[in-house]
Each structure stands twice: as C-alpha cells, then as structure tokens.
C-alpha cells in the first residue's frame, strides 16, 4: 500500500541528493511532500535550492549559542518533531545526531553514504576508498542509529575504482548512484516494501 511520505530533509551544504528528491516528487516518481528543510548553517547552498522549491518550510537552527550538544540536538528533535514527519532524510547533514535526537525518532531516520558500509564510515568516505586502494565502492542508504554510519542498510550500490580515478572524479560518479538510490529507497519505503529484521532490512526490490 503506498502511502504519501511527509519528509523532513535535513542537510548541511551543496543539497544535490536535496534537489534529487524535490525532482523526484515534482516528476511524481516519488509520492512524497517535503514539509521542511532543516539547515544548521545559514549560508549552505540547499537552503537557495529549497527556497526555488518554494513549497516547504526552511529551518535553519545552528549549533551557537547552545551549552551542549545534548541541548542542540534536543532542540533540533523538537523542531523537527514539530512538523510530525514520517521519514527524516538525512543528505548532507554534517553532524553526527547523538541519542537526544535519534531516540525521538525510531526507526525514521534515514542517511546515504558515499561508500559500501561498513567500510569507509565517517568524513571523506571516497577518499578513504581510494587511499585504501579498493577496486569497487559505492554508496548506501541506511536506517540512523547512534553510531556514525553503523545502522541497519536499506540500499547499496556498487561503483568501480578506475586507475585514473581521483577523489573528484570518483565522488562524481558514485554521486550519480547515490541521486538514484536515495530516490529508490524512499520509494521503497513509501509503498511499506521495507521491513526489518533485527539487523537486517529486507526489501520488495524490483529494479530502478
Ligand atoms: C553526499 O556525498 C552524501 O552521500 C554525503 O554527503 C554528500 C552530500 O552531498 N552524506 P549533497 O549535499 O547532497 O550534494
């Protein structure tokens, strides 16, 4: 049964998997509405990409000001919680969510990865692939638990190193993937094809 997502996408900077999925609503390959878009840095580009949307609320809530991080992201979860979503997409948030704001929200918090986890978790995933010397790595779209990028997995795809590849190059392409599969995964989730066991995620996956 699809259902339409109420989505909070939460984001940091250049908003490419943002733009992915407001095109992929626009288009109708997505039944979802995007209730807001949460920015903690005032001057990231996703808030302009949100703003030509024009359709949702944009919410810009940085960490100054606050004593702790715990504070922080309490304040976060309350602002989030506030536009009662579904599914909160993270794509591009730069911070990790400690148990303040994860345990708020249950089983609603999805992220993708610029690299096959387990390997390659945190900040420059692609360059720790190369610099590693990996001949494929890729991307994933995983459920957010309180760790950084240890949550159950959703989606993968893979991408190959090449021998010219640098970090850009190699980002580009597995950017690509990553537009579609954030896309997929949502999708996946709207139509109730997402089910988990204990660790595990199982998927009616039936192609792109
Ligand atoms: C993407 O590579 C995503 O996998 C990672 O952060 C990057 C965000 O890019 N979590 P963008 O802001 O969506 O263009």
């Known amino acids: 049964m699809t259902k339409k997502l109420r989505?909070?996408?939460?984001?940091?900077?250049?908003?490419?998997?943002?733009?992915?999925?407001?095109?992929a609503i626009?288009?109708?390959a997505?039944?979802?509405e995007i209730a807001a878009l949460v920015c903690d840095r005032p001057?990231?580009?996703v808030i302009?990409?949100?703003?030509a949307c024009g359709n949702m609320d944009i919410a810009v809530l940085t960490r100054k000001g606050f004593a702790s991080r715990a504070d922080y992201d309490m304040a976060l979860a309350d602002l989030v919680f506030g536009y009662d979503p579904d599914v909160i997409a993270l794509a591009g948030f730069m911070r990790v969510l400690g148990p303040?704001?994860?345990?708020r929200f249950p089983g609603r918090i999805i992220n993708i990865h610029p690299a096959l986890l387990p390997s390659f978790p945190g900040l420059d995933a692609q360059r720790q692939a190369l610099e590693y010397g990996v001949k494929v790595t890729g991307c994933t779209v995983h459920f957010v638990d309180e760790g950084t990028d240890t949550g159950p997995i959703i989606?993968?795809?893979?991408?190959p190193v090449l021998d010219e590849d640098d970090e850009e190059?190699?980002?580009?392409?597995?950017?690509?993937?990553?537009?579609?599969?954030?896309?997929?995964?949502?999708?996946?989730?709207?139509?109730?094809?997402?089910r988990m066991e204990g660790r595990r995620t199982l998927t009616e996956d039936k192609g792109l």
């Not at 302009?48 to 703003?51: H, R, T, V």
């Not at 190699?170 to 139509?191: C, G, Q, W």
């Open 100 to 103: 303040e704001f994860v345990g």
């Open 48 to 51: 302009d990409k949100a703003m």
């Open 169 to 194: 190059s190699l980002s580009a392409r597995i950017l690509e993937k990553e537009h579609k599969l954030y896309v997929k995964a949502l999708r996946l989730i709207s139509e109730g094809k997402v």
């Open 7 to 23: 989505l909070v996408v939460m984001a940091s900077g250049r908003g490419s998997n943002f733009s992915a999925i407001a095109d």
């Open 26 to 28: 626009r288009e109708g």
């Open 30 to 32: 997505l039944d979802a």
């Open 43 to 45: 001057k990231a580009p």
């Open 155 to 159: 989606l993968q795809e893979a991408v």
